[in-house]
């Protein structure tokens, strides 16, 4: 039988600018999305939610009477995103009268490198959720959307801010005020210099342990307090700069900083360093323990800097630019 297709929903992936770690501790953040995404393609079913993890190569059937009570314990963590999220969007609707969910089919793909600081996770989440309203024809306010994607995160991962949950749904640069605030930087001085940057994300690595596993070890480090209020100092100065010299120079302190918490790895600092010698500086993105590293480049030097990076032998380099469709995946190995 012919599957009859409903239609799609995307959602990008994010990069932190500045301000990861501090940020679970109530502490400024910036945050921008990237145009890599997670795609969800919905199909039409007689009976059943069935999702289809492309990239995982698993298939789940969920019998709709079963969802709100679904017992979450036994999968592994990129299974559970999904699930709880199901799950809680399910018992939202039902919290607010609405029942008879339609069956459908659902297959999520993704471009987003899993576990590196790009907010994949976040990213799927958004895509579930958004693809069951999709296929209820049901539609809720955005900041309503974003409370429930990030209440899967805390679930599923533990301690966690709203910067990617916040950074993918808005699909913008986004200031996060403390762990559960945020602003939208459109039209802000801020926003006009970073719309004019060019931005690399190099996925250096991959990471060893996960961002609940960094954040732990993070909340275990004896001079966090210091170097938390050294980080949110960097962002409140962020929305002052007026040129990339500036923004790369605080892009480099930041990086320091998560150095000295103990996020950084040598391969990232390399990585860092040829961002600040070839282009106006760059940092860790996200957790750390490997992962991406964002750098400012400078257009005149750009062919040094690739050339480096394929010396150095990292993973994936991604173009990124504010409001602009990427250009995904040049230079893959
Ligand atoms: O590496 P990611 O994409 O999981 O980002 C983690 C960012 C942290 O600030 C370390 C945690 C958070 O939830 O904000």
Redesign the pocket.
Known sequence: MKEVFKGTVEVPSKV?LFG??A??EGYGAISMAVDLKTRGRIFESEKDIVINLRDLGRSLTLNIEDIPTLNLRNYNSSVKYVLCAIKSIVNYLKDRGYEDFKPFKLDISSDIPVSC???SSASVVATTIKSFLSANTISIPKKELCKICFSVEREVQGK??I??TATVIYNSVLKIKNSNDFEVLEGTKLYKLLKGCHFLVVHVERRKKK?AE??KEVAEHPRKEEIFRSIGEIVNKVEEVSTWEELGDLMVKNHKLLRELGVSTSKIDKVVELGSRYGYGAKLS??GGG?VVIILTDEDRREGLLESLRELEVLDVFECKVGVKSEIKRDKK
């Open positions: 932190i990861e770690h940020v679970v600081g790009l907010g966690a801010s910067t990617d961002t960094l954040v996200g957790a992962g």
